[in-house]
T-cell receptor, first 111, second 116 residues
């Protein structure tokens, strides 16, 4: 996952917005993803964005894609304690269309 | 019932032992994957299989082998375990069909392996 970069930790207050950032490497990636890992569980797809889009909104989640800078962000509005988890950015790479994951960002929501 | 199951969920073993981790899925997916997760490194792909007769090495396959016994089963073996293989191991599946254009992967709950 070293080619996809994320900061390791983020802390926010309950009710604030959280923004998790990611830089990726493959400009030909057709889809970019955000996966969520809750404690003691596997990863679950949270949302994804197609590469011809700049923004995708889904309830409290907003994904922004800047293809020129290869930058992806996930904004969580009105962050709740249940949003505490590790969030992974991922891109599709290579002819076999494998997922490459970032290191994950541990989001901690403080009361 | 979970769609992707892994056994065992936890395992402690000694250096040099042979270990097999098993994965089963009821999703009917053709593609299966094995990853390991280490703190600060995210998930790294060990092996993947696009169907029963198709096995491919991932980013970190050295020291591991796999077997795709059936479409629903994909096992990971450590022939001679070493301490730096201590990690959390995840199995995942995906569907290559037209109804899944964005290649979502579905993950099992993970196996925590400790090699002493």
């Amino acid at each position: 996952g070293e080619d996809v970069e994320q900061s390791l930790f983020l802390s926010v207050r309950e009710g604030d917005s959280s923004v998790i950032n990611c830089t990726y490497t493959d400009s030909s990636s057709t889809y970019l993803y955000w996966y969520k890992q809750e404690p003691g569980a596997g990863l679950q797809l949270l949302t994804y964005i197609f590469s011809n889009m700049d923004m995708k909104q889904d309830q409290r989640l907003t994904v922004l894609l800047n293809k020129k800078d290869k930058h992806l962000s996930l904004r969580i509005a009105d962050t709740q304690t249940g949003d505490s988890a590790i969030y992974f950015c991922a891109e599709i790479k290579g002819s076999a269309r494998q997922l490459t994951f970032g290191s994950g960002t541990q989001l901690t929501v403080l009361p | 019932d979970a769609d992707v199951t892994q056994t065992p969920r936890n395992r402690i073993t000694k250096t040099g032992k042979r270990i097999m981790l098993e994965c089963s899925q009821t999703k009917g997916h053709d593609r299966m994957y094995w990853y390991r997760q280490d703190p600060g490194l995210g998930l790294r792909l060990i092996y993947y299989s696009f169907d029963v007769k198709d096995i491919n090495k991932g980013e970190i396959s050295d020291g591991y082998s796999v077997s795709r016994q059936a479409q629903a089963k994909f096992s990971l073996s450590l022939e001679s375990a070493i301490p730096n293989q201590t990690a959390l191991y995840f199995c995942a599946t995906s569907d290559s069909g037209q109804g899944a254009p964005y290649n979502e992967q579905f993950f099992g709950p993970g196996t925590r392996l400790t090699v002493l």
